[in-house]
Each structure stands twice: as structure tokens, then as C-alpha cells.
């Protein structure tokens, strides 16, 4: 699969709709955002399963302000609607490689019921 432009009306959407989404915020100067977009395609085709979407913050300013995006390239990942993953910085492609497999492996309903009893006692 490749990667999708992911616009502020399609974002909630996107990851409610998707079991598991990666978002890649960036800008088109941005050198390191450049470096890192290979290496995120790379990733959408080894992993169908798995949305890889983009957000340009220069065409979505709002959104990425919504987001806090305070530097780019910047890397979420959503599990069932459910953001458990978020840094800046360009990953490597093992290091991108070691994240898709935890939040595939990640267990989102069981730290859902844990957090819930936490906050119920």
C-alpha cells in the first residue's frame, strides 16, 4: 500500500476507521522530513495492513497545531482511534521497522481496561 495526503477533514476519520494508522507530519523544506519519506514508503509497502499517512503542516497548519506538532518530522502512530506512539524525529528503517511490530503486538483493549480501573479506584 502506499502512502496517503491526510487532510484536517479526513484525520478523525482515518484512525477510527483503521485499526492501525502511522502519521508522518512534515513540510516539504524541511531536509530531514525529505530523508525520512523513503524510508516511510518503503514501510507502506512491507506493511499493507498498516495506514501510512502524511500530513504536510504547511497545507495543514491548523491541524498541525491541533496536533501540538512543535517539530517535523514528527511520528504518530494510533491503535484502534488511540494515539501510542509519538516523537519527532526521523526514524531509521529498523528502528520504524521495531515500532510497527510493537503496536501491532501492543494489547490497546487490555491498557484501556487497565487505565480504566485505575481511574475508578
Do not use: Y
Request: charge should be negative.
Amino acid at each position: 500500500m502506499t502512502t496517503r495526503d491526510l487532510t484536517a477533514d479526513q484525520f478523525n476519520e482515518t484512525i477510527t476507521d483503521n485499526e492501525i494508522v502511522l502519521v508522518d507530519f512534515w513540510a516539504s523544506w524541511c531536509g530531514p522530513c525529505r530523508a525520512f519519506a523513503p524510508t516511510f514508503a518503503a514501510s507502506s509497502e512491507k506493511h499493507p495492513d498498516v495506514v501510512h499517512a502524511k500530513v504536510d503542516t504547511e497545507a495543514e497548519q491548523q491541524l498541525a497545531a491541533a496536533a501540538d506538532i512543535r517539530s517535523i518530522p514528527t511520528l504518530m502512530a494510533f491503535k484502534k482511534g488511540k494515539l501510542v506512539f509519538n516523537q519527532a524525529g526521523a526514524l531509521p528503517p529498523a528502528a520504524l521497522e521495531d515500532l510497527v511490530q510493537k503496536v501491532k503486538e501492543f494489547d490497546i483493549d487490555a491498557a484501556m481496561a487497565q487505565q480504566e480501573n485505575a481511574q475508578s479506584e
